[in-house]
């Protein structure tokens, strides 16, 4: 069964960088199924898609934060990661990553939702 | 930018029928997806591609989109399903970017 699990600092000073890592089991990250996803969860709002990688490491990113995001990928430990740059108190969230299904062929692309996620992890930006 | 919108609540009795909307520019030409969130917990998907339940997922849980309105309908609604739910695509215009509706909290009175 596959399993993600989110884990990095709880707290980070404002202007300086959030870096999060997500580690799969269970199962391979470089399958061509799916992609990886960041999103996160601000207290009490609703869910905001940060980013998505392929086991490739094709990238997209949400324009609002495109400037301030990178995500990385790591075949050989199976995990990808999360840098989230000049943070404020506005980043302040739960943090999620998850497996999105995808149908890649040339010429073709189809997107099937995020089916997987882990538990979560609380990132609070203060100094 | 696209962007999805959902009512901020639902409130339904116990064995009653839920319709939770998501309103979006021409959003049946597009698939929609739709997660179920309970208090402290990681959202999970109950509905995928308009209509498909992964395994586990009830038949309560059934899903519909034409012209500008997706909907999530929950047949015999149960105090457990009284959760958050968002309303998600995938805006293949704007770069492959993933889109969430706002959520709607639905009540079971």
């Known amino acids: 069964q596959l399993q993600l699990q989110e884990s990095g600092p709880g707290l980070v000073k404002p202007s300086e960088t959030l870096s999060l890592t997500c580690t799969v089991s269970g199962g391979s990250i470089s399958s061509s199924s799916y992609y990886w996803g960041w999103i996160r969860q601000p207290p009490g709002k609703g869910l905001e898609w940060i980013g998505s990688i392929y086991y490739s490491g094709s990238t997209y990113y949400n324009p609002s934060l495109k400037s301030r995001v990178t995500i990385s990928v790591d075949t050989s430990k199976n995990q990808f990661s999360l840098k989230l740059s000049s943070v404020t108190a506005a980043d302040t969230a739960v943090y999620y990553c998850a497996r999105e299904v995808v149908v890649i062929t040339p010429g073709y692309y189809y997107y099937y939702g995020m089916d997987v996620w882990g538990q979560g992890t609380t990132v609070t930006v203060s100094s | 930018s696209y962007v999805l919108t959902q009512p901020p609540s639902v409130s339904v009795a116990p064995g009653q029928t839920a319709r939770i909307t998501c309103g979006g520019n021409?959003?049946?030409?597009?698939?929609v997806h739709w997660y179920q969130q309970k208090p402290g917990q990681a959202p999970v998907l109950v509905v995928y591609d308009d209509s498909d339940r992964p395994s586990g997922i009830p038949e309560r849980f059934s899903g519909s989109n034409s012209g500008n309105t997706a909907t999530l309908t929950i047949s015999r609604v149960e105090a457990g399903d009284e959760a958050d739910y968002y309303c998600?695509?995938?805006?293949?215009?704007?770069?492959?970017?993933?889109?969430f509706g706002g959520g709607t909290k639905l009540t079971v009175l």
């Open positions: 998600q695509v995938w805006d293949s215009s704007s770069d492959h970017r993933r889109v």
């Open positions: 021409n959003i049946g030409s597009k698939s």
